[in-house]
């Protein structure tokens, strides 16, 4: 089965800027979009910003609009989140996600990362 592999999670300060990585455990596995979500403690998931395949339509939450950018890189099918400005309150597990259709919904999406973890000190 194939797996999603995030990587880049760390502790940073508040106003730090952090990338995140993610690609599928398999080279032949493809897929048209691949999305971020985290989930803080006591919180449930929630959506934070998706990429179709081509790279030429992206969606954000809110909260982080202005200052998370998601992109991808097909060659080497591999998905990032440029986080800038970081708050406290960005503290999560980041989970990526790999689905068909571009959507704020995890049900939307049928493969999993297991998390990693950023925590944003004040």
């Known amino acids: 089965q194939v797996q999603l592999v995030e990587s880049g999670g760390r502790l940073v300060q508040s106003g730090d800027s952090l990338r995140l990585s993610c690609a599928p455990s398999?080279?032949?596995?493809?897929?048209?979009?691949m999305a971020w979500f985290r989930q803080a403690p006591g919180k449930e998931r929630e959506f934070v910003a998706a990429?179709?395949?081509?790279?030429?339509?992206?969606s954000y939450a809110d909260p982080v609009k202005g200052r998370f950018t998601v992109s991808r890189d097909n060659t080497k099918n591999t998905v990032y989140l440029q986080m800038n400005s970081l708050k406290p309150e960005d503290t999560a597990v980041y989970y990526c996600?790999?689905?068909?259709?571009?959507?704020?919904?995890?049900?939307?999406?049928?493969?999993w990362g297991q998390g990693t973890q950023v925590t944003v000190s004040s």
């Open positions: 996600a790999a689905g068909r259709d571009l959507s704020d919904r995890a049900l939307g999406y049928n493969f």
């Open positions: 398999s080279r032949t596995f493809s897929v048209a979009v």
């Open positions: 990429i179709n395949w081509s790279g030429s339509i992206t």
